[in-house]
């Protein structure tokens, strides 16, 4: 059995020894800031991954739940001065521990949903249908409770409605433009096909406004980001695998997702998946490096048209989502947009950039953790005065406004994207009044 | 751990703040020490002073070895448990029990993170300056077992000038106070002073009063090249002889630099064979007045290229380097000595020189870097911990610096160190520890070796 667990790791035997133990990473974790215990920060996982190598333990029920214990917002990678990717150690952790020991019960039977495509769009569209009925509608938008308890559900957690009609179905696959300057493949993600359907409507009316054509293939699914860091390396494979040939169908100028994990999922998690395969490599590659997020495809690529814009006159703070600011490193994008906004007032918060706890299932799984972590955003966002909090991230915005409700505050949290439509809008408006 | 202390443990602290789970054990096992990993039997986490007075208790009729811990970040293995027995976790003590404006005090709980105190002082317009600055959790309580120095040590001394009183837990759980708020406070033995830097092997911090003093209005940094390490060593000789007093005076060897990388501190001249960082800091006109004086000093020992950090950030990023040393290092082998060098401040060059030698001599990479301003100097080897050879030679290397340090008029000290104090020192040493820990329960093996 030891020797087994211990092979189950053999590979990142090097990149554990480069971690010294010096506890830098207790500086930025989240999670170590609320619980100081070592099982909550890098040093102390990795600590337990060295032991399990030195033949010292074992992958132990124990081990699963400390790897569990990891939001993946890659702070400690980012801080580490010896250069260790502790979350990436954390998630090859995981996937030791799914071999050796298998996966959780309840992301068992939902990731045997999530493989089966139309089985999962079924069930997203009977819970858009049926939504009303297990869940009560908060006064703020995009808000609700469970109303019967659920596994694996805390009841006290403000969930977001899925949409009665996914996004992919309210549009036809291809969305024409009079003289398209460029053609996109839009990869909606889960939360935006089945939730957060206004951060999709935006993309797609801001892409119009600038002559782009979009198209939404059908045969798209989940990134496989929340399977791949539960551990499911080949469960995450296959995911990648099929967008990979999905998108290849196309000929597509560039992909554009809104949605920081999954565009880190495209841009530099599916490249590393197959890091031992070339030919996949090479073409999981190719799709990446057409593969922007929405806020760095309008700055960076499309120069988004600046002269249609009208007035919005809200203060607006921003949370930067951990896989946009040291995933994918796009934080200066975002802000542009936002600043470009005539009437619209910026105010950076502070730790703009702290994980806000969310943290795909981990807010899930530890909604107490989530939520200390949590409570410190929403006093920095409650610092700024802000009316609006814009985030490129569904989760983030979901456990945002959460927290939001917790706190009693009224602020709403949305998309960069949203404000940007919303402006297009205004300038339309007030294009159409004068003429 | 027998069944029955894990209970009687649990009575004092509560159930769940005893961790006897295996994966527990062995995260707390090491610190950033390399080499030494023992597991713990149980770790404690109480809550206040009588419960570490009623957990004490037990362990001495127990004859259990104890060992507080903070945040485990220090690089002497003094929270290791090497006899086996419990790690007090102090992590649950962390408030900040008063800042006290009037009287430049605060006191605090032993697990406070360092940098959390000096953010809340901050908004008083004070500082605590013995911040290690290193590493912004290291405990309070951390700072004052080990009498830290900080990069500021120069002008603003070490931990054990900063703390005017405490709190501490016997071994048998007796709960003596030490001094106060008042400048003095003490007549007779001072107890506090005995304290700092006792290492967790005379008793149990539960409070400490910390001096706090305001924060500086400015402050510039320089960064000087030099072809040669006599240069500036001769250069921080002259400083000093000027009456000039930098907070900060670190030098870099080439070795160091090395290490680093192009990206630590870019546009270094490539025969650039020591760096000096220099912070000073005070009232606006003295800080321009001292660094134009500084500078044309540096000038004087044919620095090669200084430059003055323009903002905030240029200032941050030199700091930035400096704190990357040791994990650069770490991360060039498997295995990472680090030394500490006290020196006359006129011997710094020769100390380096002779090192880059003895390395040589050796075949063996050895860092230098320090805090020379205050003489301090920390010679790191880097080794493969697998070959016998080499770590041969680094025994051998060690007790060359050791000699050399001695024979300079200086003090060294390392892991694999040989026992300097004289006859009638180890004597006082074991009279102090027999006096205050009869059972030898508190961090045992670590004093033996004083002893």
Redesign the interface.
């Known amino acids: 059995m030891m020797l087994q667990d211990k092979e189950l790791l053999k590979d990142i035997n090097d990149a554990i020894?480069?971690c010294?133990?010096?506890?830098?990473c207790?500086?930025v974790c989240p999670i170590?800031k609320e619980l100081?215990?070592?099982?909550a920060v890098a040093r102390?996982k990795l600590?337990?991954i060295e032991?399990v190598l030195n033949g010292?333990?074992e992958i132990?029920a124990?081990?699963d739940k400390?790897m569990s214990m990891c939001v993946s917002c890659k702070a400690c990678a980012a801080k580490?001065?010896?250069?260790v990717k502790a979350d990436e150690l954390i998630i090859r952790a995981r996937q030791a521990a799914v071999s050796a020991r298998g996966l959780h019960p309840i992301k068992n039977a939902v990731f045997k949903i999530l493989k089966n495509r139309r089985l999962f769009d079924f069930g997203l569209r009977m819970a858009g249908l049926f939504g009303p009925i297990s869940f009560k509608k908060l006064p703020r938008p995009m808000a609700t409770l469970l109303r019967f308890p659920m596994p694996g559900l805390d009841r006290r957690r403000v969930l977001a409605p899925f949409a009665a009609t996914p996004l992919r179905s309210q549009y036809p696959e291809v969305i024409k433009v009079d003289q398209p300057k460029m053609r996109v493949g839009f990869f909606t993600g889960c939360t935006i096909n089945y939730i957060y359907t206004d951060v999709g409507k935006a993309v797609i009316n801001v892409l119009k406004e600038n002559n782009v054509e979009v198209v939404m293939p059908p045969m798209q699914h989940c990134c496989g980001i929340p399977v791949f860091t539960s551990g499911d390396l080949e469960l995450a494979k296959a995911f990648a695998r099929h967008n990979i040939e999905t998108f290849e169908r196309y000929n597509f100028d560039y992909i554009v997702a809104s949605c920081g994990s999954c565009s880190m999922a495209f841009k530099k998690e599916y490249p590393e998946m197959f890091h031992d395969d070339p030919e996949m490599k090479e073409r999981a590659e190719a799709i990446g490096k057409k593969t922007y997020e929405i806020s760095e495809f309008l700055v960076d690529v499309v120069k988004f048209d600046k002269s249609k814009l009208g007035e919005v006159n809200v203060t607006v703070t921003m949370h930067d989502p951990c896989h946009m600011v040291r995933g994918i490193k796009v934080t200066s994008q975002p802000r542009e947009i936002l600043q470009s906004i005539p009437g619209l007032k910026f105010v950076e918060m502070k730790d703009a950039d702290r994980c806000c706890g969310a943290g795909g299932s981990f807010s899930v799984a530890h909604y107490d953790v989530a939520q200390k972590i949590n409570n410190r955003k929403i006093e920095n966002i409650a610092d700024t005065k802000a009316d609006i909090v814009a985030t490129s991230c569904g989760m983030c915005r979901m456990h945002i406004i959460d927290g939001l409700e917790r706190y009693n505050l009224p602020q709403d949290v949305v998309h960069v994207v949203q404000l940007l439509n919303k402006s297009y809008q205004a300038g339309a408006a007030k294009r159409s009044k004068a003429s | 751990m027998r069944q029955d202390l894990i209970d009687a443990f649990s009575k004092i602290v509560g159930a769940e703040h005893v961790l006897t789970s295996e994966e527990k054990l062995l995260e707390y096992a090491d610190a950033a020490t390399p080499g030494s990993i023992r597991q713990p039997d149980a770790i404690i986490e109480p809550a206040d002073t009588s419960e570490v007075s009623r957990v004490l208790a037990l362990a001495n009729v127990e004859k259990i070895p104890v060992y507080p811990r903070g945040c485990g970040s220090n690089l002497y293995h003094t929270v290791t448990p090497l006899a086996g027995g419990i790690i007090i976790l102090l992590k649950r003590m962390n408030t900040i029990l008063e800042i006290d404006t009037a009287n430049l005090a605060a006191t605090v709980e032993p697990g406070v993170f360092v940098a959390d105190l000096n953010n809340e002082v901050q908004k008083s317009g004070l500082i605590f300056p013995p911040d290690p600055g290193t590493l912004p959790t290291a405990t309070i309580g951390g700072m004052v077992a080990q009498n830290t120095t900080s990069m500021r040590s120069l002008k603003y001394g070490v931990t054990k000038h900063y703390i005017m009183g405490l709190e501490i837990v016997l071994a048998d759980g007796r709960i003596l106070k030490t001094g106060g708020k008042n400048v003095k406070d003490v007549a007779g033995y001072d107890l506090t002073k005995l304290m700092v830097g006792s290492e967790g092997s005379l008793g149990i911090f539960t409070k400490i009063i910390v001096k706090l003093m305001p924060a500086p209005e400015t402050k510039k940094c320089l960064l000087a090249t030099f072809k040669n390490l006599g240069e500036a060593g001769k250069a921080v000789e002259n400083i000093i002889g000027n009456k000039l007093v930098p907070s900060v005076l670190e030098l870099l060897d080439a070795t160091t630099i090395q290490a680093l990388g192009n990206n630590a501190l870019p546009g270094l001249p490539t025969d650039t064979a020591a760096v000096l960082l220099i912070e000073i800091d005070g009232i606006q006109t003295v800080v321009e007045n001292d660094t134009a004086k500084i500078i044309e000093i540096l000038q004087t020992h044919n620095a090669g290229h200084i430059a003055a950090a323009q903002t905030e950030e240029e200032c941050n990023a030199l700091w930035a380097a400096r704190r990357a040393i040791l994990p650069s290092l770490a991360k060039q082998n498997s295995m990472m000595w680090l030394t500490d060098v006290l020196i006359p401040r006129s011997k710094i060059a020769d100390m380096a020189s002779a090192i880059t030698s003895i390395a040589a001599k050796n075949n063996l990479t050895i860092a230098t870097f320090g805090h020379v301003g205050d003489g301090a100097l920390h010679p790191t080897i880097v080794c493969n911990a697998a070959d016998r050879n080499e770590t041969s030679r680094v025994a051998n290397a060690i007790n060359a610096i050791s000699a050399l340090t001695l024979t300079l008029g200086g003090k060294f000290s390392s892991k694999f160190q040989k026992d300097q104090s004289g006859q009638a020192e180890t004597y006082a040493r074991q009279a102090i520890k027999q006096a205050f820990d009869p059972n030898n329960i508190l961090n045992p093996i670590h004093r033996i070796k004083e002893g």
Not at chain 1, 20 to 24: A, I, Q, T, W
Not at chain 1, 36 to 39: A, G, I, L, N, Y
Not at chain 1, 80 to 83: F, M, S
């Open positions: 020894s480069n010294m133990k010096c506890g830098n207790m500086e170590y100081r215990t070592e099982s102390g600590s337990l032991a010292n333990s132990t124990g081990f400390r580490c001065p010896c250069g």
